[in-house]
């Protein structure tokens, strides 16, 4: 296997030294150590031998980071893009097996269960998802149409499931989440998102007239409260500013 170009993970700009350093190590171990990255990937659990890909998951290859939550809490950003070049490279491993037909693109608000929902689907669905990649990953950035083109050149259909939950819901699990693991997510992150999966979404259906896709609404975390549907609008949470002025209005209250 050819090794990622360290040129192409590109640095983030840190000015504290302890990070520049931190990320420096992990782009060497990536660009370095590409192979053995991806076979410790497939060998964890919840990659299911490689055919669910998510670059979060992917950071569990930094043994650093795997072993230390006070690592994770300081060190989260310095090995993202790391994980993400070895995330893009496992997707084209497992996009190019010809026994694989259809590719599940898995998108939403940071804490807002995708995770979850892809291990339940693995438990509950097995037999359904036989044949099947499932890419968890952002929509709001282009970088999704080269994936899409990708499983569409090889043969295999694409489609997209987006979980929708509130606001304050998202902002509780992911406090949560960053007390029991360490992988916290700053205000500027949460509401970017919020504010540009509307317009990813309905761009998304524009160019790939064909693509199938699903959102599911949650006020809860309980998956019997899920409300299922393909009305592009239930995304629409408004603009940057009304987001960010919600966001510092629950922050108060949570």
Partial sequence: ???????????????????????????????????????????????????????????LVFEKYANDIEYRRKYNLAVSNSAACLANKAFRIAISNPDVKHCIFVAGAYGSGKSFLIQSLY????????????????????????????????????????????????????????KRIGRDVTKKDCVYVYANIYDALKRLKEKYKDISF???NKQTNIPTDLE?????????????????????EIIKRI
């Avoid at 299922?228 to 510092?248: A, C, M, P, R, W």
Wanted: one cysteine or more.
């Fill in 1 to 59: 296997m050819e090794n990622i170009c360290i040129d192409n993970i590109w640095k983030r700009g840190f000015e504290d030294p302890d990070m520049i350093k931190e990320e420096e190590e992990t782009r060497i171990e990536t660009s370095t150590n590409t192979e053995k990255c991806i076979k410790k990937y497939k060998e964890l659990e919840q990659s299911r031998d490689g055919k669910y890909i998510s670059s979060d998951l992917m950071k």
């Fill in 214 to 216: 699903v959102i599911y």
């Fill in 123 to 178: 438990e509950k669905n097995k037999d359904e998802l036989e044949g099947s990649v499932v890419y968890e990953g952002s929509i709001t950035s282009k970088a999704i149409d080269e994936k899409i083109d990708t499983a569409i050149e090889n043969g295999v259909i694409p489609s997209i499931i987006v979980l929708n939950p509130t606001l304050e819901l998202s902002m509780k699990n992911i406090k949560k989440r960053a």
């Fill in 228 to 248: 299922v549907s393909t009305n592009v609008e239930d995304l629409n949470h408004g603009s940057y500013d009304e987001i960010s002025k919600e966001y510092d």
